[in-house]
């Protein structure tokens, strides 16, 4: 019989090869916003442009919280849901290789430039509705 190990022991993490696909089942919600930029940073390096993020189907939260972070990542040069078996369980997402020099970020919209293009009917709803 083997000794207990230690509770104040940790495991040493486990090294595995850069394959470009990423299934997010295993991990918690707010582990997904540093592994997803972190995995994104290791593909490029890898020189891995097209990547695959599992993230399942359930209520649609966990995609919702990807195509968020991709949207805001400046290495990704596009993703869609995959049209594949998994249906929108999946994201294929395209990143610049690292020899390409990444496009500026630009500034996030203030509210009132937001305002000024959304439509007609949105912006009598925030004039009727909305205090300032």
């Known amino acids: ?19 470009g696909i990423l299934d997010l089942h295993a991990f918690r919600p707010k582990e997904v916003p540093d592994l997803i930029r972190e ?13 695959r993020i599992i993230h399942g189907k359930g209520k ?4 919702e919280t990807v195509h968020t972070l991709l949207r805001r990542e400046p290495m990704v040069r596009n993703f869609r849901l ?6 929108w369980g999946a994201t294929l997402v395209d990143i610049y290789p690292p020899g390409v020099p990444l496009p500026p970020r630009s500034a996030p919209a203030s509210k009132a430039q ?3 293009s959304a439509p007609g ?3 009598l709803l925030q004039r009727i509705f909305v205090k300032r």
């Open 60 to 63: 649609g939260i966990l995609r």
């Open 82 to 87: 995959a049209n594949d078996r998994s249906g």
């Open 121 to 123: 009917w949105y912006r």
């Open 39 to 51: 995995y994104l940073r290791s593909c490029r390096a890898a020189h891995v442009t097209e990547i």
């Open 1 to 19: 019989m083997a000794p207990n190990p230690s509770p104040n022991i940790k495991a040493a993490p486990v090294l595995t090869a850069i394959d």
């Open 114 to 116: 937001m305002l000024e």
